[in-house]
């Protein structure tokens, strides 16, 4: 079936340094891709989209890209700031239902 | 801008109550969801509504029921509370269409149930 595996986390991090969240999806025909962040006290926003294979989705400095031939969306960003601190959330969706599937989520610590 | 408020932030129930989570978006969406969050796992959808008086199950439909009798509106029930029914409910709202588009949250109730 159709699932998302995003790597464990906390991820502890020093403030300015490079960024890598792993995201790997299963999925049948070609979903949509998305990143969610969630910060403390809140809901999930969304981050960033790409919606087929090669897209690249940006937002706030972060990037991911669509792909397909190792079906994979990791998030990255160069230069990451306390305000970075947060949840953040790998999902697809398909085409033939309304229902996004998220991963389990990975904590995102930066310190000063 | 979008918004989707839930009822409550914080919630404490006793065992075998039956509670109610609300859930109001003020952008004429027409599918809503529930979603709960545990450590560990994620987000998992308990049920979802494309229209009005419209539902579907989700993964871990067990143990509650919804209702949708306003295209605004879209409630979560508890039937008889749980201990393993403690967890952050998170609902949400997109428009029909794209699989592409986004869905809305709100900020979440933390239940727990004593």
């Known amino acids: 079936g159709n699932s998302v595996t995003q790597m464990e986390g906390p991820v502890t991090l020093s403030e300015e340094a490079f960024l890598t969240i792993n995201c790997t999806y299963t999925?049948?025909?070609?979903?949509?891709l998305f990143w969610y962040v969630q910060y403390p006290g809140e809901g999930l926003q969304l981050l960033l989209k790409?919606?087929?294979?090669?897209d690249k989705g940006s937002n706030k400095g972060f990037e991911a890209t669509y792909r397909k031939e190792t079906t994979s969306f990791h998030l990255e960003k160069g230069s990451v700031q306390v305000s970075d601190s947060a949840v953040y959330f790998c999902?697809?969706?398909?085409?033939?239902?309304?229902?996004?599937?998220f991963g389990s989520g990975t904590r995102l610590s930066i310190r000063p | 801008d979008v918004k989707v408020t839930q009822s409550s932030r914080y919630l404490v129930k006793r065992t075998g109550e039956k509670v109610f989570l609300e859930c109001v978006q003020d952008?004429?969406?027409?599918?809503m969801f529930w979603y709960r969050q545990d450590p560990g796992l994620g987000l998992r959808l308990i049920y979802f509504?494309?229209?009005?008086?419209?539902?579907e199950k989700g993964d871990i439909p067990e143990g509650y029921s919804v209702s949708r009798e306003k295209k605004e509106r879209f409630s979560l029930i508890l039937e008889s509370a749980s201990t393993n029914q403690t967890s952050m409910y998170l609902c949400?709202?997109?428009?029909?269409?794209?699989?592409?588009?986004?869905?809305?949250f709100g900020p979440g109730t933390r239940l727990t149930v004593t």
């Open positions: 952008m004429d969406h027409e599918n």
């Open positions: 509504s494309y229209d009005v008086k419209m539902k």
């Open positions: 790409a919606t087929k294979a090669d």
């Open positions: 999902a697809l969706e398909y085409s033939s239902a309304s229902k996004i599937i």
């Open positions: 999925a049948t025909g070609y979903p949509s």
């Open positions: 949400a709202s997109r428009p029909q269409g794209s699989p592409s588009y986004e869905q809305y």
